[in-house]
C-alpha cells in the first residue's frame, strides 16, 4: 500500500468515526433528563409522512411583582412521545393536571417528533379540583 493510499484510508476512517460521533451527540445522547408538572392543553397525532405525537402542556406560574405589573405567569411545555402506551395514556389527559418525566436530545429527528423533549412515562394524573390553589396576591 502506498503512502497516499494509507492517508487517503486513515482519513476516510477518521471523518467516518467523526460523523459517527456528530450523529450520537446530535441525535441520541440524553442531554438532559427531568419530570415536569402542569395541564395538558392538547395531544394529538399529527404528521405527513412519519405520524408522531406531539404534545403541549402549561406550567403553572409565579407571582410576579415588576413594575406595574402583578399576577401570575405561565410556561408552555411544548413535547413528543414515542412510547404506543404513554400516547394512549396522555390522549385521556387533556384538561388534567399530570406529571410527566422526559429526556431531551440536542436534536429532533423526523420519526421520533418535532421537540426535543420525549416524555419517556406519566408519573400521576389528577383532576383539576385535587390541586391546592395558591392563595390570592397580597401587596
Known sequence: M???AKVI????????LALAAFIFFRFFFVYSSGV???DINYFQREGVIFKTYEGK???SGFRT???NKTGLTSNEFKFSV???GVAEELMRC???YVELRWRRHMGTLPWRG??????TEVLSVQQPSQIQQMPPFQE
Open 57 to 59: 402542556m402549561i406550567q
Open 2 to 4: 502506498t503512502t497516499k
Open 9 to 16: 484510508t486513515i482519513s476516510s476512517i477518521v471523518a467516518v
Open 36 to 38: 415536569n408538572a402542569g
Open 94 to 96: 387533556s384538561g388534567k
Open 82 to 84: 414515542t412510547d404506543k
Open 114 to 119: 418535532k421537540s426535543q423533549y420525549i416524555v
Open 65 to 67: 411583582n415588576t413594575g
